[in-house]
């Protein structure tokens, strides 16, 4: 069956498609020399490589929705893409099918400061967002570490949170509205200026579905008044285990800090030989702590937050005394994940989350791994809500060394689901990790959430291959596809 | 066997209605399920299920029972399965401010088991003290005054356990506050008013009570200053717990200190001392030459006031009750635009408006022809201001005429999808969301 639809893909068969997809979007919005669609071969997570047969450029929704009926005329899977600074191969191409870049609709279309809302195309780079508001002194809270250059429609399919998310929330809390290219090619509104809704909540199963239930063309975000006051506190620890401690400590007393991270020894070694940020090098683990908010509220927590922290142990604690400090505290932290090419020729960025209260076991945990796979493993995390981000150091030269970090990567993702987490805290399931979704998720559990693909994307040609652990059908509701069954047309799409 | 007896031996404890046996009281369904069960555990919620998809029996899930005026009213259904058995804290690890609750536990309840460890769940929803519970918090998802800061439901939930019409067991989300794996489905039952699963378990994220907790009240004497002041409050650098503005009828309805004040403006603040004076402090000074009255309370002293805002609109004996979402600079304008509509100038009409959230509350209470009118207003006041509208509680006589639900727009059909795909025999009362006639 797959080999007689894939024998339909003839020479004459794409000079078709390619002339109706020049015939909607223009010759300049059609890519499909072999040299040109490199670019689009991966996404940031760059070992997993597939070239499509076209690359689309639409500037209008109308165009995505003319593109995507096409692609349902002819069975075509298709797979929207933002910035491409995605770490889960969430906008990896399929080999048969369209990739349907949204680059172009890069506008913002609305800027609404009574309301608190922008509204914006999802090619919109994250921090344009902020630069648009920031002169009334508003912001655009989630702030992902590729915010320079990651767009809202990629945020809005990952759910992308960032270091504020603790206080603040992820994606999900700050969209209230998406207009959308269905997968039949349908436009429709889900949401909108209004923070609350009535019904089913389809925004919430959009928001984090990773590009499977359409293509997002608007995005009504919430903006939030930049905090009158904004205090970071940098605190060095001789065991990781007490800045664990310190956080957990934090927010029992009744603090929620705009954002708390944590680096180990390897990590600020790591960052001092490279932006020489000032951490300590021998201490066993940092911990930044930013408070924001009204100014008297800021002023009794950095006190509170102090005593907190010499209770906890740590060695030394400083203040950060203006923006330049504040700055100087975060510099390293940015850097954390590039620093690593400095001490290692290759590194595997995981993103798993814990309980927090768990944190110092799994540590240890991820240690041992480590020293069984004979392997460097440094730990940088967004502390406050247990999403670890352990950086898997290897050298690709030699033979195996990759597959053997991309194994113990998958071993902490066990360690993390054991101690009650998730494989996933911000970098979503993508292509990367749908043989991990089982860990988490059973049979059933998997098939419920089919049923929700299914009420959207009956075909399955909306970005396929991806989350799920193995091909889903929507004949019956839930069924899995087994062995080598043939499939049913209605599976196509499942198999390009 | 009939399948009351087939049900009924599934479960350690059932009722069936009119058999002369005094069962538990349950409440005014409004229709006649052949048997009430009470399960106890998760797997007897699905045997109960897996038998009544098999044989296309209806079953109501239910809790408390106090919201049942919301949605559409049921059809018959074959039987009543309550949750009231399943009212367990199941765990609750304080250092990571997460608990997981069975769904049939009061949400008071849960409230007092949890503040022990200094911390609190922060919803406040209508009827919160008559027997309000988890699993019909998350299935209306209807919050209080405290979702001006800590949003309603779906900004808590971070996972569940329930049960699919069809019987199968399924444990979505997680019990971490930061969770990108799969769909949200935990978000997608809130609000779902037990259409798509029973709901038997929710995990929730947990904040950390706060020391000191002040409230104002503030009088004006006309809409523009209540307004003027409402916006100069939102811009302001402040963090207030709960934020609601009053028509004069609430007010008096509620024994504020401004009665006679055209608009009365109630803020509550919860943090450390020196934050919530200072921010008292900005208030006072953000709204000057504004007020009328300017009040500051205690919590102690507020705590009726507060109550009384949290049970609006949902009051007995109205013509209905209505919830409009709209934009948030709309929602402090929406209590003028009602006040002076002629369409409301024959019924009595209470509003309160929560400006952060963009919601405003109104309820009607009237001779049946004018509450129709009034209804038809608003419904076109949400429509023209960019919002949405759902009615509850609406009186029988009326309901020919009042949709529960105001127009769901592109998302219909889709819901639609959902209910078919999650319920195909329709096994979990429907009509509650989706009316017959509109196709």
Sequence with gaps: MMGSQAAKRTGRWKSRIASELVGILGAEAVISAEDELIAYESDGLTGYRVKPVFVVLPSSAEEVSRVVKLCNREKIPFVPRGAGTGLSGGALPNREGIVISLSRMNRILDVDIPNRVVVVEPGVVNISVTDAVSAEGFYYAPDPSSQIVCTIGGNVAENSGGVHCLKYGVTTNHVLGVEMVLPDGAVATFGGMTPENFGYDLLSLVVGSEGLLGIVTKVFLRIIKKPQVVRTLFASFERIEDAGASVSAIISSGVIPAGMEIMDNLSINAVESTVGAGYPRDAGAILLVELDGPGAEVNAQVPAVIGILRENGAVEIKLAADESERQLFWKGRKSAFAAMGKISPGYYVQDGVIPRSSLARVLGEIGDLGKQYGLRVANVFHAGDGNLHPLVLYDPEVEGESEKAEELSGEILRVCVDAGGSITGEHGVGFDKKRFLSLMFNEQEIDTMNLVRCAFDEEGLCNPGKVFPTPRTCVEPGMRKHGSEAPSPKEMGELF | ?439
Excluded at chain 2, 96 to 103: E, I, P, R
Excluded at chain 2, 148 to 160: A, Q
Excluded at chain 2, 252 to 264: D, I, L, N, V, Y
Aim: net charge negative.
């Design chain 2, 1 to 439: 066997m009939s399948y009351v007896t087939e049900l009924s031996k599934m479960v350690s404890s059932f009722h069936v209605p009119g058999s002369g046996d005094a069962g538990p009281s349950v409440p005014e369904f409004g229709f006649s399920p052949q048997i009430v069960l009470y399960p106890e555990t998760v797997e007897e919620i699905s045997q109960i299920l897996s038998f009544a998809s098999r044989s296309g029996i209806r079953i109501f899930p239910f809790a408390g029972g106090t919201k049942l005026f919301l949605g559409n009213p049921v059809d018959e259904v074959g039987a009543a399965l309550s949750l009231r058995r399943l009212c367990r804290v199941l765990f609750h690890e304080p250092s990571d401010m997460v608990s997981t609750v069975q769904c049939g536990m009061e949400v008071r309840e849960f409230q007092k088991a949890i503040e022990c460890e200094n911390q609190i769940f922060p919803v406040d929803p209508p009827l919160l003290n008559t027997g309000a519970t988890v699993g019909g918090l998350v299935s209306s998802n209807l919050c209080g005054p405290m979702s001006t800061r800590y949003g309603t439901c779906r900004e808590l939930i971070l996972g569940v356990k329930a049960v699919r019409a069809d019987g199968e067991i399924i444990n979505v989300g997680g019990k971490v506050v930061k969770n990108v794996a799969g769909y949200d489905i935990p978000k997608l039952m809130v609000g779902s008013l037990g259409t798509l699963c029973v709901l038997a378990e929710a995990t929730f994220r947990l904040y950390p009570r706060q020391h000191f907790s002040r409230t104002l009240v503030l009088g004006f004497d006309n809409h523009v200053s209540c307004s003027q002041a409402a916006r100069a409050i939102l811009a302001a650098d402040i963090v207030p717990t709960c934020f609601e503005i009053l028509d004069e009828n609430l007010s008096s309805e509620f024994g504020t200190t401004t009665q006679g004040a055209k608009r009365t403006i109630l803020l509550r603040f919860d943090s450390f001392e020196e934050a919530v004076v200072e921010q008292i402090k900005e208030v006072r000074e953000t709204t000057l030459g504004e007020t009328s009255a300017f009040v500051e309370m205690t919590d102690e002293i507020s705590r009726d006031l507060w109550a009384a805002a949290r049970e609006f609109p949902f009051l007995p004996g109205v013509s209905f009750s209505s919830k409009l979402t709209l934009p948030v600079t709309a929602s402090v304008e929406a209590l003028s635009d009602i006040e002076s509509s002629p369409a409301l100038s024959g019924v009595d009409a209470l509003c309160l408006s929560r400006p952060a959230r963009g919601v405003t509350l109104v309820s009607v209470s009237g001779e049946d022809e004018q509450a129709v009118s009034a209804a038809c207003f608003l419904e076109n006041l949400a429509d023209s201001l960019g919002g949405r509208i759902m009615f509850s509680g609406i009186r029988r006589e009326l309901r020919e005429k009042v949709r529960a639900w105001g127009d769901f727009g592109d998302a219909l059909s889709l819901m639609k999808n959902i209910k078919q795909r999650f319920d195909p025999r329709d096994i979990l009362p429907g009509e509650k969301i989706f009316d017959a006639d509109r196709g």
